[in-house]
């Protein structure tokens, strides 16, 4: 399960960054945000690498980027295959994605804690970082998908009221009852 979950994860997390990515581009146009240079300067602070004034370089940038976007792919894929699966769990992943960050960019004195960001920004943030979990939860869960249930809904199959799919919850479950 682990060989599979780390090449699933890396695809998937891969494909969550490149759709994650275009979906920045795209909201950059409209609203003509400029680029982050925030993923370079965390990778710089990590290693070690020079640090440069005003724009980093987009191979450092991008390495940052799409290097975390693969990695905590990983994450997901572990999830998918233990069986945590379907949007619940991508909402979940959601929020690791975000807090990924977070400490990154906080540890290394690169960024600013949410709640101190203008509002605007911390909604486009969240909004492009849930892109990303929903897109890397959707090809995550379909890669694991092919290897059958994963040893949670097996599990749930076997216990009464519970149910071993991961689909929309039954409309008397939906309300509480």
């Known amino acids: 399960m682990i060989k599979r979950a780390l090449w699933q994860g890396l695809v998937a997390g ?19 945000r400029p680029d982050s240079h925030v993923p370079a300067r965390v990778l710089q602070r990590l290693t070690g690498l020079p640090e440069h004034p005003g724009a980093q370089p987009l191979p450092v940038n ?3 980027h799409f290097g975390q976007a693969a990695l905590l792919g990983v994450l997901r894929s572990l999830m998918a295959q233990a069986g945590l699966r379907g949007p619940l769990a991508s909402a979940k992943f959601a929020v690791v994605r975000v807090t990924n960050d977070q400490i990154l960019e906080n540890a ?3 960024g600013a804690p949410p709640a101190t960001w203008p509002r605007g920004e911390l909604v486009v943030d969240v909004l492009h970082k849930a892109v990303y979990a929903f897109t890397t939860g959707a090809v995550a869960d379909a890669l694991a998908a092919r290897s059958g249930p994963g040893p949670g809904q097996s599990h749930a199959a076997l216990r009464e009221g519970r149910r071993g799919d991961v689909g929309p919850l ?8």
């Open 170 to 177: 039954p409309r008397a479950h939906a309300h509480g009852r």
């Open 14 to 32: 891969t494909v969550g960054g490149v759709v994650m990515t275009l979906g920045e581009k795209v909201e950059q146009a409209v609203t003509g």
């Open 62 to 64: 991008w390495a940052m």
């Open 108 to 110: 290394t004195g690169v």
